[in-house]
């Protein structure tokens, strides 16, 4: 469905047959990730991308300690079902070592409190989210089996696995099962500053998974308003990050915009997960996406000479380009 003009497109999840709207709904700022959200602004703004041909939708028991799920719950139970792809996670709870657990017990009954929160009889993605801070091999041995076996009864319809660091993903698509793990959720990594996501890809892809890229604007580090207080970038990024957004502005753009330009370019994932809370920011990232894929034109400055601030903001980067920050427990 869509308002009128371009049409976002859709991409294939690797071999899940679920085909994504390019540009997904992250729904942690929902769960207040990023600051307070009235619940019927955020539920507007599901209905606004579901309208507007956004049928991909990414939340966590984690995001706002449940708050996240609930309120998406709520806007999608006004949507039909059949036509979103709805992905959540199971294992993290918190932000100490003792919020996260990956038994087979524990994410089975995760999974049933997301249904009910979720107020749906499948998921269809189900994710184990952020492995770096569990054991990877008990991830292998015993959380997929348990996701597979819920996979068997319906309750979800494809497993995946999310985190930070790059290896401990491959480490787990090296050793899980065949056909255990269909999708990988990697973030902070095709972002202006970080594009070491790009050439993990074939490898990730070779062992079957669908590839879906998270956090284009850094977690809020690629924005006007700057990156919340949690967030881990180390001192010289955010320096860096600073300094071109000032440059941008001065050149008349904004960095987000520029960055969701950026970010759409990437042709290997099937869907960027951009966090969004409101219609006036699902508006601007469907503007961003069908202007960086050539499907409508941009207008004014934002549109002219985009792509050239866009190229002196990567360059004000190359000092910093790829620096991360440590996440989870080192991996073997
Ligand atoms: P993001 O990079 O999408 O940034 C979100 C921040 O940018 C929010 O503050 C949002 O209000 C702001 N923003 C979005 N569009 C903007 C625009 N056009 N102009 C100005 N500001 C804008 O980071 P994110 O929300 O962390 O990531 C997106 C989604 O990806 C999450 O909501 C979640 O669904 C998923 N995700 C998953 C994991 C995981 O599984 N481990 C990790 C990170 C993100």
Redesign the pocket.
């Known amino acids: 469905m869509s308002d009128g003009g371009a049409v976002l497109p859709r991409r294939p999840l690797g071999s899940t047959g679920l085909e994504l709207s390019v540009l997904g709904f992250?729904?942690?700022?929902l769960g207040g990730?990023?600051g307070a959200v009235d619940d019927s602004v955020g539920i507007a703004a599901v209905h606004h991308a579901f309208r507007r041909g956004i049928n991909f939708f990414?939340?966590?028991p984690f995001?706002g300690l449940t708050k996240s799920e609930t309120v998406l719950g709520q806007a999608l139970r006004d949507l039909p079902r059949s036509e979103l792809v709805l992905a959540t996670?199971v294992g993290r709870y918190g932000h100490r070592p003792a919020d996260f657990d990956f038994s087979a017990a524990r994410v089975t009954a995760s999974v049933a409190e997301s249904l009910a929160r979720l107020q749906v009889s499948y998921i269809d993605i189900i994710?184990c989210?952020?492995i770096e801070f569990g054991d990877l091999d008990q991830i292998v041995n015993e959380t997929l089996p348990a996701l597979a076996a819920l996979r068997s009864q319906g309750l979800v319809r494809h497993v995946g696995i999310?985190?930070?660091p790059l290896e401990a993903l491959q480490y787990v698509l090296d050793r899980a099962a065949p056909g255990s793990v269909d999708t990988v959720?990697s973030?902070?990594h095709y972002?202006l500053n970080d594009t070491t996501l790009a050439a993990a890809i074939p490898a990730l892809r070779a062992k079957g998974a669908g590839v879906i890229n998270?956090?284009?604007?850094?977690?809020?580090l690629?924005?006007?308003?700057g990156p919340?207080a949690w967030h881990p970038a180390p001192p010289p990024l955010r320096e860096a990050v600073l300094a071109a957004t000032a440059h941008a502005e001065g050149r008349g753009h904004?960095i987000?915009?520029l960055g969701?330009r950026f970010a759409m370019r990437q042709p290997d994932v099937a869907s960027t997960?951009?966090?969004?809370?409101d219609i006036d920011?699902v508006d601007?990232?469907i503007s961003?996406t069908l202007q960086a894929l050539g499907l409508e034109p941009g207008s004014g400055a934002e549109g002219a000479d985009a792509d050239a601030v866009l190229g002196e903001v990567l360059q004000m980067l190359e000092p910093v380009k790829d620096l991360s920050w440590p996440s989870g427990r080192p991996v073997p």
């Not at 992250?26 to 700022?29: D, E, I, K, Y």
């Not at 997960?273 to 809370?277: D, K, W």
């Open positions: 992250g729904a942690s700022p990730s990023f990414d939340t966590s995001y996670k994710q989210h952020d999310t985190g930070l959720l973030y902070c972002c998270a956090s284009p604007l850094s977690m809020g690629l924005t006007r308003a919340p904004d987000a915009a969701m997960l951009v966090g969004m809370y920011l601007k990232n961003a």
